[in-house]
């Protein structure tokens, strides 16, 4: 995968943040049917924006993301919308994740920019997740 820029009016542009967020005492509740719906919501939230989903990896206990975004889109506000915009929804859809969590996600957040190692690098890295030998056997 070459650098792909974008132009804006102004300016041109190649960013890139690698995320990562938990649930709320990184129980282990995104699996099956919800695993399902966050995929389907992260991709909503991120083509709203204009968000570039590069690679995403949902694991029961935590979530991947690595997404291209206008420089306007600060790394704190693209993870506090999507963070915001799946609990709001998930909780709404499954009852189990209002009784068992007191909030969805945990507060905190992951985020680094894509520029040390390469973009491939890292959706590499997030797309071999499930391959891990400590990972195997781990329910889905």
Known sequence: MGR????????????????VWCPKYRRPVLTGPVR??????????????DWTVVALEIEPDHVHLFVKAHPKHSPSYIANQLKG?????LRDEFAHLRSRLPTLWSRSYFVATVGAVSAETVRRYIDTQDERPWRKGVAR
């Open 85 to 89: 915009f799946t609990s709001h929804a």
């Open 4 to 19: 792909q820029v974008t132009t804006g009016a102004g300016g041109v542009y190649d960013l890139g943040y690698h995320v």
């Open 36 to 49: 399902d719906r966050l995929d389907i919501l992260l991709r909503e939230k991120c083509a709203e924006h």
